[in-house]
C-alpha cells in the first residue's frame, strides 16, 4: 500500500514537469509521448490550464485506466436485469 502511494507521488510530481510521465512510467511509451506532446501544443494554446488538463488526463489514464473525460462525464452503470417473473406453481 505504502508502495502505491510512493509511486503514485512520483508520477504526480513527473507530471508537473512533462505531462505523459506517468504514462512513461507504466510503460506506455507511445501514450506518454502522445500527452507529452498535446500537453506542449495545449500549453502554447490555452496556457497553464491546457498544461494541467493534459497532464491531469495522464495521471488519471495511469492510475485508473479511465481518461479525465470518462471520469467527469462518467458512464452509467448497466441495468439491473428484471426479476423473473412467477410462475404459476411455484408459490410454496
Keep these: 500500500m505504502a ?5 503514485n ?3 504526480l510530481v513527473g507530471e508537473r514537469f512533462l505531462p505523459g510521465t506517468s504514462l512513461m512510467m507504466d510503460g ?11 500537453g506542449l501544443v495545449a500549453r502554447v494554446a490555452f496556457g497553464p490550464v491546457g ?5 491531469a488526463d ?3 489514464r495511469s492510475v485508473t485506466g479511465k481518461g479525465l473525460l470518462d471520469h467527469l462525464v462518467g458512464s ?5 436485469p428484471p426479476a423473473p417473473e412467477p410462475r ?5
Design 3 to 7: 508502495n502505491q502511494v510512493v509511486e
Design 9 to 11: 507521488g512520483v508520477k
Design 28 to 38: 506506455d511509451v507511445k501514450g506518454g509521448l502522445a500527452h507529452a506532446a498535446l
Design 51 to 55: 498544461w494541467f488538463a493534459v497532464a
Design 58 to 60: 495522464s495521471y488519471s
Design 76 to 80: 452509467p452503470s448497466p441495468a439491473a
Design 88 to 92: 404459476i406453481g411455484d408459490a410454496r
